[in-house]
């Protein structure tokens, strides 16, 4: 083919590489106001409202053995609804999510669920122990924790660069485990209603960061607002070359859309081509994978759960020093994490996160078995809590971090909206079921055999993952959408052509 003739797409791919991407970031980050600091800034604001959403999932681990200490008529039943109430509610959380974010805009909706954060957390710590107030304050909570799971790193994904969007994409699930550790560490010295109240401090100072905040450059375009669009990018990307090239092909890709299709013409034709359905099928068995690993189980039940791993050496001291000493243990596996996704990419670390996970578990239902039926006497600490200690440490560096790592990344721009809440709705459905379900399931077929069952899951689940999981590390949104859309054995002119 002529070069003169090589489409505008395929000259602007050709001068995108790693290594300028590498030297704009290095000259960014030595910029005393440079875009990777405005990025770091701003995604520091999701991270605070990521504080509040893991603060929901961790909250009921302290809220619940209190209640039963200063009420008689909780059962099993209740307990596991005031477990449970915050994941039910994040499948309506997902519904409201996907519409607002592309009706109202990523900083906006925001801003609102920052709000309704704040007065869930308000109802929970001024419910004097009325149980209908509890259960409205987890509802609302839980709603905005779900509202969060598709916007936050929809948002985070279309603000970072390529290289680092990896970086801040995991510390959002690093939030999760943060916000997980403070609802524990709280609720260990002081009353629920005061944990509580210090839990709604988080999503204030996010909402008042993201306030700071432009719009994203990608919404922006999608509006046909150019003018604001670029603006925008620059602020958070600023003007090297290689984020030229980004703008440039982001421009390009949105100029090419059918304008005289109207809004339900074009997400019919939308959600019909491959580069929705095919990352949406992903998404969806990547997030159920991760509710299947029960870490979400281990939040919500912690000292019943380390209750029954240390038998008859329980008490409650021992119990909330092993609960915290798990968070912490959370927070330092996904901090590592959000390291090795940098060097190793997201496709190794979930496979190796998989195997392990599925590993742990049914090595810890074994030990719990025989226990169980005599030919271990006395249950070890260093064994059990060890073999838990471990599940949790690899379970957080890959299977419990990646999906709402990869959740911003995916889905193209068009689609993000839609893809991102179905995704995210169905591992809601998949929390609530597992949270709810996890009380009777300790009763049916005890501890050994609730982890049996998830280790299993977690197999299946990774060899899934082993076939159709791509890898999406420095790649920009639009590399990631043209996979999908050709496949990765596709011509790049051809590519090109195609567009």
């Not at 074994?366 to 260093?382: C, D, M």
């Amino acid at each position: 083919m002529d070069p003169n003739s090589v489409p505008e797409l395929e000259q602007i791919n050709k001068k995108s590489t790693n290594k300028d991407v590498n030297t704009n970031i290095d000259e960014q980050k030595n910029s005393s106001h440079s875009p990777f600091r405005r990025q770091a800034f701003i995604s520091f604001g999701v991270f605070m409202l990521t504080l509040g959403a893991g603060a929901t999932s961790g909250i009921s681990a302290i809220l619940i053995p209190q209640l039963q200490k200063s009420r008689n008529d909780l059962t099993t039943e209740m307990v596991s609804w005031v477990a449970a109430t915050s994941s039910l509610a994040l499948f309506f959380g997902n519904l409201i999510s996907g519409y607002l974010m592309e009706v109202l805009g990523r900083r906006l909706s925001q801003l609102l669920l920052a709000t309704c954060f704040i007065i869930g957390w308000l109802v929970i710590g001024c419910s004097n122990d009325l149980l209908s107030l509890i259960l409205l304050g987890r509802f609302i909570t839980g709603l905005c924790q779900g509202w969060l799971g598709p916007l936050g790193p929809v948002f985070v994904g279309e603000i970072t660069s390529p290289v680092y969007r990896g970086l801040f994409l995991a510390a959002l699930s690093l939030g999760i485990a943060v916000g997980i550790f403070f609802a524990h560490f709280f609720g260990t010295f002081l009353h629920w209603t005061l944990a509580s109240m210090l839990c709604g401090i988080f999503p204030l100072v996010g909402g008042i960061i993201v306030y700071k905040a432009p719009e994203s450059p990608a919404w922006l375009a999608s509006r046909n607002r150019i003018d604001e669009c670029i603006i925008s990018f620059y602020w958070y990307r600023g003007k090297t070359p290689s984020m030229q090239i980004e703008l440039e092909k982001m421009l390009l890709d949105l100029n090419n859309k059918n304008k005289s299709e109207n809004k339900m013409q074009a997400l019919t034709e939308n959600i019909k081509k491959p580069e929705f359905y095919k990352p949406l099928l992903i998404m969806i068995v990547f997030f159920v994978i991760c509710q299947l690993t029960g870490v979400n189980v281990i939040s919500a039940y912690t000292t019943d759960m380390m209750e029954q791993l240390m038998g008859e050496n329980a008490n409650s001291s021992y119990t909330y020093a092993a609960m915290l000493s798990i968070d912490v243990l959370r927070c330092v596996a996904l901090g590592v994490a959000c390291v090795l996704l940098r060097r190793l990419g997201r496709r190794p670390m979930a496979l190796f996160s998989g195997v392990l996970t599925s590993l742990s578990l049914m090595s810890l239902a074994l030990y719990l078995y025989l226990y169980k039926i005599g030919v271990i006497q006395n249950l070890s600490l260093f064994v059990s809590l060890g073999l838990m200690a471990f599940y949790i440490a690899v379970s957080n560096m890959g299977v419990a971090l990646l999906p709402w790592n990869m959740v911003g990344e995916l889905f193209a721009v068009k689609t993000k909206g839609l893809g991102s809440g179905v995704s995210v709705m169905m591992t809601s459905i998949a929390f609530f079921t597992v949270v709810k379900s996890a009380p009777a399931m300790f009763e049916s077929i005890g501890h050994h055999g609730t982890y049996l069952f998830y280790g299993l899951a977690t197999a299946c689940g990774t060899l899934y993952l082993y076939f159709y999981l791509p890898e999406t590390k420095n790649k920009t949104l639009l590399q990631i959408e043209e996979y999908f859309r050709h496949g990765k054995k596709t011509d790049r002119k051809e590519v090109c052509n195609n567009i």
